[in-house]
């Protein structure tokens, strides 16, 4: 990680860590960056962005510092940031911008960077960005006369996007009564347009952003409002989407949460069985649950394990050409279609499950018995010195040892905020609070505990 982009962008408060400054000059720095590999100087960036308030000021001062560099900013509005990458690796652009802080709270926001490939940008260019931010390197030169970029209204990007999940689906949605979590974000509008077009009966609810609304006690995570909608409405299925739509979790006919892990399996027997899994294997991060695994195995389906990140996750399945991955937080990817996580993608892809095998998605979930697992969130003095503290890791050692072969820990620093993730999966609820409790113990005593979340 750098000193502003973490794994998943620049991400912060809005107008104190990430302020309107910082996103002028990170588009300044795009344009002439992007401009250079074109024969008239002139690069061609597309900008999306989530429905929180600083939003539109950050998509503001992006797009004209990339204009005062000479090229041009083509605005899709309010948009997912799947829809970002699909547009970008389809529509000749040199990168893309997507302002979003994902499932955080609306004060705070993000810019993530996309290359032409709709992934997501070297490590490289973005160091580059952030000596440029911090005046390291010359100053950018602004473009005067008719050399001045444009900044172009794009929004039918978006319909293109639409037509284009529409046409992956195989089956009619019809007859299906499908519940859709917006959380007053990005698919506000998007979902209910794809899942209609598909002639689902669509319900849709949190789809009535006001700046400040979005991911407030509801979407991926706060999914417990769909779990009710669909049951008290006896409806098939249920979906809920993060602030920005690149993560999706769904809910059973029975009102029962399906995570990411659950999707996998589900998604992963089902290409098996149509001979499209082509190397068996299912790319999963360190948190995925034991009981995916022992269902994978049941299966004789195999999986990677990487980092934490669906960055990682991607990394893993474009360097061995494999199909489907993702996180437990509901981050999949199907690479055939997309190279990011895709929420909406997801959705379409479990429904075409649904309706090929007849069988609703509490059967198909049935065969994943997930271990129960806590995962405590823990404010330290410094991350890194608490992970090499002896005493720490000692007390890994010893919560691996009390849950022996029927569990597991994990301890590791967030990504994206100033916190260490303490983490314990057995067979019993009981036994992981008292292995999370043995290794946050050893930081407490140790000196490097401030405060459990």
């Keep these: 990680m750098g000193k502003y982009f973490g794994t998943d962008g620049f991400r912060g408060k809005a107008g104190v860590d990430l302020t309107g400054e910082h996103a002028f000059k990170i588009g300044r720095y795009l344009g002439w960056y992007y401009g250079k590999t074109r024969e008239d100087g002139r690069a061609k960036i597309v900008i999306g962005k989530d429905t929180r308030r600083s939003s539109y000021m950050l998509e503001n001062a992006i797009a004209a510092g990339i204009a005062s560099s000479g090229s041009d900013a083509y605005l899709l509005h309010v948009t997912t940031t799947p829809c970002v990458s699909y547009i970008t690796r389809t529509e000749d652009f040199d990168c893309g911008v997507m302002i979003s802080a994902s499932h955080n709270p609306y004060f705070d926001n993000g810019i993530k960077l996309i290359n032409f490939e709709g992934e997501k940008m070297p490590d490289d260019v973005q160091d580059e960005i952030e000596k440029y931010i ?3 390197v010359p100053e950018v030169p602004y473009a005067t006369d008719e050399k001045m970029g444009n900044i172009v209204d794009y929004y039918f990007g978006r319909n293109r996007y639409i037509g284009y999940l529409t046409g992956i689906a195989t089956n009619s949605f019809a007859n299906f009564k499908v519940a859709l ?4 974000g990005s ?11 598909l002639g689902a009966k669509t319900y849709v609810i949190n789809n009535t952003p006001d700046g400040t609304n979005i991911n407030r006690d509801c979407g991926s995570t706060h999914i417990e409002g769909l779990q009710k909608y669909v049951k008290e409405n006896h409806l098939d299925v249920g979906f809920a989407f993060d602030g920005d739509a690149d993560r999706c979790l769904a809910v059973d006919e029975n009102g029962n949460l399906v995570n990411g892990d659950q999707i996998m399996y589900v998604c992963a027997k089902y290409l098996k069985s149509k001979g499209q899994l082509t190397t068996n294997k299912v790319v999963t991060t360190v948190m995925s649950n034991f009981g995916l695994y022992k ?15 669906d960055r990682y996750v991607y990394e893993n399945m474009k360097e061995n050409n494999h199909l489907i991955g993702g996180e437990q937080s509901g981050h999949i990817i199907f690479r055939k279609y997309a190279h990011s996580g895709d929420g909406l993608l997801t959705a379409i892809m479990l429904m075409g499950v649904l309706i090929d095998t007849h069988l609703p998605l509490s059967v198909l979930t049935s065969e994943v018995e997930m271990y129960p697992q806590v995962l405590k969130n823990v404010e330290v003095d410094d991350k890194d010195m608490t992970l090499e503290d002896p005493a ?9 040892n009390f849950l022996g072969d029927t569990g597991r820990v994990l301890l590791r620093k967030s990504g994206t905020e100033p916190i260490l993730r303490v983490m ?4 019993s609820h009981e036994n992981c609070e008292k292995a999370v409790q043995i290794m946050i ?10 405060k459990v979340r």
């Excluded at 979590?181 to 007053?184: A, R």
């Excluded at 698919?187 to 209609?196: P, Q």
């Design 134 to 136: 911090d005046g390291l």
């Design 181 to 184: 979590d917006c959380s007053n």
């Design 424 to 427: 314990a999966e057995a067979e």
């Design 441 to 450: 113990d050893a930081m407490k005593n140790s000196g490097h505990l401030m």
């Design 295 to 309: 269902a994978l195995d049941r299966l004789e389906i195999g999986y990677e394990k990487t980092a934490v990140g």
């Design 187 to 197: 698919t506000w509008m998007l979902g209910r347009a794809v899942f209609d077009a």
């Design 392 to 400: 720490v890791k000692e007390s890994v050692k010893d919560a691996e």
